[in-house]
């Protein structure tokens, strides 16, 4: 992902374009990552949707039903 890591997220019909991650690195643990903002808006649209896919640069991936509950799971502790 070194080269592209601009991120966009399907979640049914909508399109959510997160753009560019801020890459951190822990070298002394050789771990690389990449951080993204997700708001509150966001992650209800990821856990309404019964079909998210996420494209990283170029590489395609999808949430699994796990993947959604753990998700709506946080947004119950972070709703206001």
Do not use: C, W
Not at 50 to 60: D, K, P, T
Request: glycine fraction near 4%; avoid cysteine; charged fraction near 30%.
């Amino acid at each position: 992902f070194d080269e592209d890591h601009k991120l966009v997220i399907s979640a049914g019909d909508t399109v959510l374009e997160l753009g560019e991650g801020r890459y951190a690195a822990k070298l002394d643990r050789q771990m690389e990552y990449l951080n993204y903002d997700l708001t509150r808006d966001i992650i209800r649209k990821i856990v309404s949707a019964s079909n998210v896919r996420i494209r990283l640069g170029r590489n395609e991936f999808s949430f699994t039903t796990a993947q959604r509950r753990m998700l709506s799971d946080l947004l119950s502790i972070i709703e206001p």
